[in-house]
């Protein structure tokens, strides 16, 4: 079985079609809810789930799904 894929009967011949997430929703089957932490609460990529135009504050990775350390919030350097 392939994800995100229906059978579509035509003129009498079976072709596959890919079917997209409906918005706010991504991945496999479309089982998977977008990032609450996309910027702007933007609905993200239907494949990937990546937020695509970045994180809120205070969230990182491609699906904002990773918070930051304070260190990273506030561009800290190691220095003492």
């Not at 059978?7 to 596959?16: A, D």
């Not at 609450?36 to 789930?49: A, L, V």
Request: hydrophobic content about 15%; glycine content about 12%; some cysteine.
């Amino acid at each position: 079985l392939i994800d995100n894929l229906s059978y579509i009967h035509e003129s009498g011949k079976c072709r596959l079609q890919f079917v997209e997430c409906p918005g706010g929703y991504y991945g496999p089957n479309c089982k998977y809810k977008c990032s609450e932490n996309c910027k702007y609460q933007e609905e993200c990529d239907g494949k990937t789930g990546e937020c695509l135009n970045g994180c809120q504050p205070g969230w990182r990775n491609t699906t904002c799904g990773e918070s930051k350390t304070c260190r990273q919030l506030y561009k800290l350097s190691n220095e003492a």
